[in-house]
């Protein structure tokens, strides 16, 4: 009889997760799930926030092996901190999604983590970065991560247009989160969304019996 | 083929050739990695698939059909091994016309896959195949059943199968509603269809589509600059 070894034990805890983050006309729209899980048959928190602010209008999505994405946004937080001083001036969003890529590219052998990074800045107004598992960058006006982001492709590629108003946007984060929570078992909980645009930030949770029903619900 | 006599290869995984000079595509087997669905409507069912077979990266049939027909008005639709799902119809299809002459009616959609789940089930750790079997029969009208990798049968009013239904769940659970007409299933099928090839790359080529009911099967095919397009970045 095989010896039963609990995921813990052999599989760090890992974030499970859908996130995303889409431009809208004037901002941009981060978010994700909320839930934890070890190995797919545990959820260790229901309640976790995957959305990190790393400055005042940057904010980060976190996805892969929840203590690698956290030690690399805690460096990221101070590398960009401390350039904020010395250019005394807000950081720009790709300085920010830069150094969470040096610093995946550079540890890509020991890291297991990808980032989505949305914020608004001066210069370019409001985008949206990803870094990848290895340390590629790139920028996009729509994109999502995460283990549940594959059932949502065709809905994201069929629902998005450039330049939606702010409740589009966020009704369309919120759908999709949605739908990738019914689908993907290790993602699930409470929807986080954080809207950013040039005035300020505002936070939205949508709690699991508020988000929209499909019609076999 | 580059079969070694000597190895028993697991399934699903590469047959290897020792030889450098072999394309390592000879020695893959084909699979229909794929995008299938099927849904029901009031009188009938649309059932639509792309058409790409795949040994390795190389196409190796990028018109396939792989809406097959079991009886007049009952098709499976395949996904897994092109092999396996090809003698399982076969099989199905000789089980089915044997027994609709025996009872002196159109069989029934339910049998139909009964069969496929039963071959499905038995040989469940040789076989590698996910079917939709879809049709109409006068007790039930327009029925899809799913028979996926493992033998299971249930019966869905929609349906996705194979690779590249995992980039349409979220797609189908939004936009279908129960009620919907033909004309408005086929137009989610080759939405559905045209978004799962844009994102699988074991899916592609032209999309083919069937509608069954009671007057028959109707057949079309959407080639590749016919296909929607989506405001991809």
Same mark, same amino acid.
């Given at each position: 009889m095989e010896k039963h070894y609990t995921d813990s034990q052999t599989k760090?805890?890992?974030?499970?997760?859908?996130?995303?983050?889409?431009?809208?006309?004037?901002?941009? +729209?981060?978010?994700?799930?909320?839930?934890?899980?070890?190995?797919?048959?545990?959820?260790?928190?229901?309640?976790?926030?995957?959305?990190?602010?790393?400055?005042?209008?940057?904010?980060?999505?976190?996805?892969?092996?929840?203590?690698?994405?956290?030690? +690399?946004?805690?460096?990221?937080?101070?590398?960009?901190?401390?350039?904020?001083?010395?250019?005394?001036?807000?950081?720009?969003?790709?300085?920010a999604a830069s150094v969470l890529k040096e610093l995946c590219y550079k540890n890509k052998d020991e890291l297991q983590a990808g980032f989505i990074t949305a914020g608004w800045d001066e210069k370019k107004g409001p985008q949206v970065y990803v870094v990848s598992l290895g340390g590629m960058l790139i920028s996009q006006p729509v994109t999502i991560g995460g283990s549940g982001s594959t059932y949502i492709y065709g809905y994201v590629d069929a629902k998005y247009k450039?330049?939606?108003?702010?409740e589009e946007c966020?009704?369309?984060?919120?759908?999709?989160?949605?739908?990738?929570?019914? @689908?993907?078992?290790?993602?699930?909980?409470?929807?986080?969304?954080v809207v950013i645009t040039a005035k300020g930030v505002e936070h939205v949770v949508v709690p699991g019996d508020k988000l929209p029903k499909f019609h076999d619900e | 083929?580059?079969?070694?006599?000597?190895?028993?290869?697991?399934?699903?995984?590469?047959?290897?050739?020792?030889?450098?000079?072999?394309?390592?595509?000879?020695?893959?087997?084909?699979?229909?990695?794929?995008?299938?669905?099927?849904?029901?409507?009031?009188?009938? +069912?649309?059932i639509g698939a792309d058409s790409r077979t795949t040994t390795g990266a190389y196409i190796a049939?990028?018109?396939?059909?792989?809406?097959?027909?079991?009886?007049? @008005?009952?098709?499976?639709? @395949?996904?897994?091994s092109a092999a396996d799902t090809q003698a399982i119809a076969d099989v199905v299809a000789y089980q089915l016309g044997f027994h609709s002459i025996e009872l002196d009616e159109p069989p029934l959609v339910e049998t139909a896959a009964n069969l496929f789940r039963a071959s499905c089930y038995r040989y469940r750790e040789e076989l590698t195949a996910g079917i939709l079997v879809a049709g109409w029969d006068r007790r039930k009208?327009?029925?899809?059943?799913?028979?996926?990798?493992?033998?299971?049968?249930?019966?869905?009013?929609?349906?996705?199968g194979g690779s590249g239904s995992s980039y349409i769940y979220g797609f189908m659970d939004s936009n279908y509603k129960p009620g919907m007409s033909k004309e408005q299933c086929l137009e989610i099928t080759a939405t559905a269809l045209?978004?799962?090839?844009?994102?699988?790359?074991?899916?592609?080529? +032209?999309? @083919?589509?069937?509608?069954?009911?009671?007057?028959g099967v109707e057949r079309r095919v959407i080639l590749g600059n016919q296909l929607p397009k989506f405001s991809t970045h």
């Amino acid at each position: 009889m095989e010896k039963h070894y609990t995921d813990s034990q052999t599989k760090a805890v890992s974030t499970g997760t859908t996130i995303l983050a889409a431009i809208f006309d004037g901002g941009v +729209v981060i978010g994700s799930d909320s839930r934890a899980s070890i190995g797919g048959e545990y959820v260790s928190s229901k309640t976790i926030n995957k959305v990190i602010q790393v400055h005042d209008r940057i904010f980060c999505c976190m996805a892969g092996v929840l203590a690698d994405a956290q030690a +690399v946004i805690k460096a990221a937080k101070f590398h960009l901190s401390f350039h904020s001083v010395q250019m005394e001036s807000p950081p720009l969003v790709i300085a920010a999604a830069s150094v969470l890529k040096e610093l995946c590219y550079k540890n890509k052998d020991e890291l297991q983590a990808g980032f989505i990074t949305a914020g608004w800045d001066e210069k370019k107004g409001p985008q949206v970065y990803v870094v990848s598992l290895g340390g590629m960058l790139i920028s996009q006006p729509v994109t999502i991560g995460g283990s549940g982001s594959t059932y949502i492709y065709g809905y994201v590629d069929a629902k998005y247009k450039s330049n939606m108003t702010k409740e589009e946007c966020l009704q369309f984060a919120t759908n999709a989160l949605a739908l990738a929570m019914g @689908r993907d078992n290790v993602s699930g909980g409470v929807a986080h969304l954080v809207v950013i645009t040039a005035k300020g930030v505002e936070h939205v949770v949508v709690p699991g019996d508020k988000l929209p029903k499909f019609h076999d619900e | 083929m580059a079969a070694v006599a000597s190895m028993m290869p697991m399934f699903g995984q590469q047959i290897s050739s020792k030889n450098d000079m072999v394309p390592d595509w000879l020695g893959q087997e084909v699979s229909t990695g794929t995008t299938i669905m099927a849904v029901e409507y009031d009188g009938g +069912v649309v059932i639509g698939a792309d058409s790409r077979t795949t040994t390795g990266a190389y196409i190796a049939n990028r018109v396939t059909d792989k809406l097959t027909p079991i009886h007049d @008005r009952i098709f499976c639709c @395949r996904s897994g091994s092109a092999a396996d799902t090809q003698a399982i119809a076969d099989v199905v299809a000789y089980q089915l016309g044997f027994h609709s002459i025996e009872l002196d009616e159109p069989p029934l959609v339910e049998t139909a896959a009964n069969l496929f789940r039963a071959s499905c089930y038995r040989y469940r750790e040789e076989l590698t195949a996910g079917i939709l079997v879809a049709g109409w029969d006068r007790r039930k009208g327009g029925q899809v059943y799913s028979v996926p990798i493992g033998g299971m049968m249930v019966r869905q009013p929609v349906s996705v199968g194979g690779s590249g239904s995992s980039y349409i769940y979220g797609f189908m659970d939004s936009n279908y509603k129960p009620g919907m007409s033909k004309e408005q299933c086929l137009e989610i099928t080759a939405t559905a269809l045209s978004l799962a090839m844009e994102r699988d790359g074991s899916s592609g080529g +032209v999309i @083919r589509q069937a509608s069954i009911s009671e007057d028959g099967v109707e057949r079309r095919v959407i080639l590749g600059n016919q296909l929607p397009k989506f405001s991809t970045h």
